[in-house]
């Protein structure tokens, strides 16, 4: 890793090219079209997908990358950027400063590089293994999750109660049954929030790599604990569920609801 | 109505001057209480009610108001300041940007004027009865909802699935149901993302007046309905429904959705 001073400067280049096609369509009238997935996907997330991929091809051309919009490029490479050029597409279409572009380095298969942005609000969340995660934003906000740790004091949130199929729904009501409190919407940047000590825990489901790949080393390196539902690492592969705390003892207390293998 | 304008004056320096508490409590670490309703209410909410309820106090001292986090002051008055200085409690306490102050106006019972300001972000929507809605902020929008009439292209959205008791919660399942998608979160914001075009439709439950007295304004101004789930204006001693479109048809298709007495 003595190259990741050059990565995220290129992360950082791609998700400035990826954020200025995003503001250019904000709340204009684009067409939305239906995935298959039933989830929107818009002209802008194709084209600020392209914008991304341009940057990290030109700087770093031997890394593989996989992404929403397009196939993947030498996904079996060393390096490979995980990319989402709009993650909360339905947030982008309702006009919502919440959407994110997210762009996540695995490497060896082990997410070491994470970069949220939210390009209309112009806050950035920068997380790389090993390091402190770097915030910047112009509505404040100070990177340190909150010392929670009973489930009972917990905030909690999830991008939408729509996103658990029947495996999953009873495993997320049991927690959200727990908390505090429950907040839905948000997608990434909810990840973040717990990365400023604002959210508590966060629990997902049917994520995708590119939903995930970017946020492990920013909830890492604030000093929170991320996972899928069975506390195992998020890697290629896993079932995409995700389970984010601002504690080991809190994310403990979470996991022991969620595990199909409870208490 | 000859004093609108310096109502709108008074109403405007009220949001500053809630708006500039909330932005001075945003991401800090002030403790949230519970009240016995289990929303949670923060120092910022207070403080900010009290920095709203001086200016109106001074600049208009006949107006009645009723507010959220105080008893009410002269509410029998012909004009009745009906406000919220924090919407969005739960927004406001994990971070996000979509709490509003809300700053509604009531003339014989008729809400007249309407203020929808998003403090951290610089939004504000201005509605008076008779004038088209403005919005001003940096993040772009025009005001002007969308030529939506068909349930199944329309974007739904409600501030929490939570908000719905057993009488609305299979009622909001069916237009849920019936709608293209939907979104939760956002409180007022999204009824200020329906005046500009970005949201369709919004159906809730369980508001105060100091919820929906400020929306009123804003979404009829922008040419959108906002009606209780009856159909019915929305006015002091109505059920707590709200059902906003942004256009007649749209509203009348959801209506036959959501009315009890419905086909």
Redesign the interface.
């Known amino acids: 890793l003595d190259q990741i001073d050059d990565w995220i400067t290129a992360a950082e280049a791609a998700a400035d090219a990826a954020g200025a096609t995003c503001?250019r369509h904000?709340?204009?009238?684009i067409g939305a079209d239906q995935k298959t997935d039933e989830s929107?996907v818009t002209i802008a997330d194709r084209e600020a997908e392209q914008a991304l991929r341009r940057v990290l091809a030109e700087r770093l051309p031997a890394f593989g990358l996989i992404g929403e919009e397009f196939p993947p490029v030498n996904p079996e490479a060393r390096c490979v950027w995980v990319v989402d050029p709009i993650d909360g597409t339905?947030?982008f279409?309702?006009?919502?400063?919440?959407f994110c572009v997210l762009i996540g380095l695995l490497v060896e298969g082990v997410p070491v590089l994470g970069v949220i942005d939210q390009p209309?609000?112009g806050e950035r969340w920068i997380g790389v293994a090993g390091r402190g995660t770097r915030f910047r934003g112009r509505?404040?906000?100070t990177v340190g999750p909150?010392p929670t740790t009973r489930l009972d004091q917990a905030?909690l949130?999830c991008s939408?109660?729509?996103m658990f199929g029947p495996a999953h729904a009873p495993r997320f009501a049991a927690l959200k049954n727990a908390a505090l409190?429950?907040?839905?919407?948000?997608d990434a940047?909810?990840y973040g929030?717990l990365a400023?000590?604002?959210?508590d825990l966060v629990a997902e489901a049917s994520l995708q790599p590119y939903d995930w790949a970017a946020l492990v080393p920013v909830i890492e390196g604030a000093g929170g604990v991320i996972t899928d539902w069975a506390g195992a690492p998020l890697r290629l592969g896993c079932d995409g569920t995700a389970l984010a705390a601002a504690t080991p003892a809190l994310h403990a207390a979470a996991l022991d609801v969620l595990r199909t293998d409870g208490p």
Chains 1, 2 share one sequence.
């Open positions: 503001r904000f709340r204009t009238s929107p339905r947030a279409i309702t006009g919502r400063t919440t209309v609000t509505f404040g906000g909150k905030e949130s939408s109660p729509d409190r429950t907040s839905f919407g948000g940047y909810a929030l400023l000590g604002q959210i």
